[in-house]
C-alpha cells in the first residue's frame, strides 16, 4: 500500500525538526496543502490571514480568517501555520513553559515593531524561549529604494541593515534587523538561530515574490506542541 504521505508529498521536500516536545519546520516550493494535512492527521492547520501589521494572537484568540501575523500557541493539539516567500518566518519556543509558534516578518511588519509586541507578549518568559529563522531573502538579494533607510532611521538597529548599492539603492538586511531588535530588547544571541537560508537564490527550492512575482507558492512554516510524554508519533 502507498504511503499517503509519502505520495502527496512525491516531488516536494521539507525541514523538519521533531523531538518529544515538538515539531517545527518548512516547505519547500510547490508543497502542496493536502499534503501539510496529512502530515499531521487529526490535527487541526492553524492559518492566518497575514496583513503584514504586528497582530499576534494565541491559539484561544483563533478563528477563521482571522487578520493576525504571528500566532503563539499555548496548547498542544494544533498546528500553527505561517506562510511566507521572501519574508522572514520566526520561530520561537520555550521547552520549560511549553509555549511557541511562528511569526511572519516582512520590511513591514519590522517596521511596526511586531518583533516587539512577541517580545511584550513573552513577558517575563522571555528568557526561556528560543529562536529560529527560517528561509528569507537575504541581504545580497534584497534591494529597496531610498525610502526604507528613512521610514527606519529612528529604529535603534537600524543602522547597518542598509547598505548604499550603486544606483543609489540599498541592500536590506531583514534577518539582521530582526536579530538586532530581539537583541535589543533583550534575547541573549546565543538564543537566536539562524537557518541561513535565502528564498530568491535557493535554485528555485523555496518560493520567492521577489524573484518569481505573484504565483502564489508559499512556504508553509509550520509549528506543533507535544503533549508530555505522548504524541510522539504525529
Ligand atoms: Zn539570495
Request: proline residues 5%; positive net charge.
Amino acid at each position: 500500500m502507498t504511503d499517503p504521505v509519502a505520495a502527496a508529498c512525491a516531488g516536494h521536500g521539507l525541514a523538519i525538526h521533531e523531538d518529544g516536545r515538538l515539531a517545527f519546520g518548512f516547505t519547500d516550493a510547490g508543497f502542496p496543502a493536502a499534503a501539510l494535512k496529512l502530515l499531521f492527521p487529526g490535527r487541526p492547520l492553524l492559518f492566518l490571514k497575514q496583513v503584514h501589521a504586528d497582530l499576534i494572537i494565541s491559539d484561544s484568540e483563533w478563528h477563521a480568517g482571522v487578520e493576525a501575523d504571528g500566532l503563539l500557541l499555548e496548547s498542544p493539539g494544533v498546528v500553527a501555520v505561517v506562510q511566507t516567500a521572501d519574508c522572514l518566518p520566526l520561530f520561537f519556543f520555550s521547552a520549560r513553559r511549553r509555549r511557541g509558534g511562528v511569526v511572519h516578518i516582512g520590511w513591514r511588519g519590522l517596521l511596526q515593531g511586531i518583533e516587539a509586541r512577541l517580545v511584550e507578549r513573552l513577558g517575563d518568559e522571555l528568557a526561556d524561549f528560543s529562536f529560529y529563522m527560517g528561509p528569507a531573502i537575504e541581504s545580497a538579494c534584497y534591494e529597496v529604494g531610498e525610502e526604507l533607510p528613512e521610514l527606519f532611521a529612528k529604529r535603534p538597529y537600524a543602522k547597518g541593515i542598509f547598505k548604499l548599492i550603486p544606483g543609489g539603492r540599498y541592500a536590506m538586511d531583514l534577518r539582521a534587523g530582526v536579530r538586532r531588535s530581539l537583541t535589543g530588547l533583550g534575547v541573549a544571541p546565543s538564543r537566536i538561530r539562524d537557518s541561513g537560508l535565502c528564498t530568491y537564490c535557493s535554485g528555485g527550492r523555496f518560493p520567492s515574490y521577489r524573484r518569481d512575482g505573484k504565483t502564489g507558492r508559499r512556504i508553509f512554516n509550520f509549528l506543533q506542541l507535544k503533549q508530555q510524554g505522548s504524541d510522539a508519533g504525529a
